[in-house]
């Protein structure tokens, strides 16, 4: 990664405290653009509180999250403006079911002034071609299997164009034999150079795709380093015992 | 065998002179026609009134939970649905006609409407409310996630799914508001059940007009039950 890029996330020291936890505990980190980076690690370890915290789903108690040279947690922030950009994935799709698939993509392009009716139907089947589901064009969300939810929600979030994707836990939620075509799409992101966050606990995709993977536990950041090191010489504890037992 | 056809024979020229009776002479009929076009009028006027301020209410409140703004609607809002769910429909009404309205010279539909609307206002309020907070956490987020605000998210997203869940409740309160327009009759409305009572007042017969009354409640009842399950099921067609 060059070190004059400049980063389009940066999230600075973010604490989230709930009521009897401290889900966040000092994590700084850094996306730069064309990075894939991975976090990975035990349930309740913060990531997606983390990841959720990049485009304020949740609300950091304390510390900073900047999208490029923005703070976006600061008073006064349009945040609906900034989420223009920063895409999300969730774990449970969260696809509009009472809209058919085409007007899942076009809705907040078009809604949102950034798109004519026509150009975004055209975006939206275009879309639809790369991960080819473009027969499903006029299929409502209950009608689809898991896994083509999860690539529609996917090209539900490109359709802003957005300058940086946030996936959380996108496979989480799937049958095992839809696991590999969610990937699949994702591969092609990355490879298209997306930028990405991804919150997975798919080991096999953070080694193949990851720019970075971070591991966190407890709230904490614990290490961060490309794939190659981060599965082949894990340094802290922590990280060879989590390691050990999902590999 | 005679004496059975005997009877029956009686029993319809009886009915037959009841019928004519309250029905047909000095155009009785009439008294039930207009005061069936009372009732309509009062429960479409109610109705609009109280998804007005049923949805006003409901979208405050579901607001105030989701959010923690607007902390003082909120309250108002809940002070609201307790006095107008705490008392019963015909104080309400009464105190609207006889206390509110005394002074002013104003028409008694409209009153009627303000009324019943009021008090429908609030069961919509939470039949709606309950609609908006059963949609998924979800939903709210995927809307916010795409960079919508609240109010695109609430009325793209979050209200046209909440419709097809509150529905059936929705359907239920039309036909709960329009038997309860029959106490209209306490304000000097001419609506349908008055209709029948000033039959029985010049007639005596109380049989023939009140189960007029009913039977003509009834069938609005069975019409709108089943306008409400169609309308369900074309709903139902895109899931």
Redesign the interface.
Known sequence: MSNEAKPILRAVKLVKRYPNVLALDNVSCEIFPREVVCIVGPSGSGKSTFIRCLNLMDEPTGGEVWFKDQQINAKGTDINRVRQHIGMVFQHFNLFPHLTVRRNITLAPTLLGLKSLDEANAEAEQLLDRIGLREKAESYPGQLSGGQKQRIAIVRALAMNPEVLLFDEPTSALDPEMVGEVLQVMKGLAKAGMTMAVVTHEMGFAREVASRVLFMDHGRLVEENPPQEFFGQPQSPRLKEFLSKVL | MHEALEWWRNAWLVFEAKFSQNFLEANRWRLLANGFVTTVEITIGAVLVGLAIGFLVAVIRTTHDKTGRLKFLNFLAKVFLTVIRGTPTMVQLLIIYFVIFASINVDKLLVAVIAFGINSGAYTAEIIRAGLMAV?K??Y??G??????YY?TMT??IV??AF?TILPALGNELIVLLKETSISGYIAMHDLTKGGDIIRSQTYDAFMPLLAVAAIYLICVCGLSWCVTRMERRLKR??
Not at chain 2, 144 to 149: H, M, P, Y
């Open positions: 998924d979800g939903q987020e995927a916010a996630s795409l960079g919508l605000n695109q793209r997203i046209p799914q097809k895109n899931e």
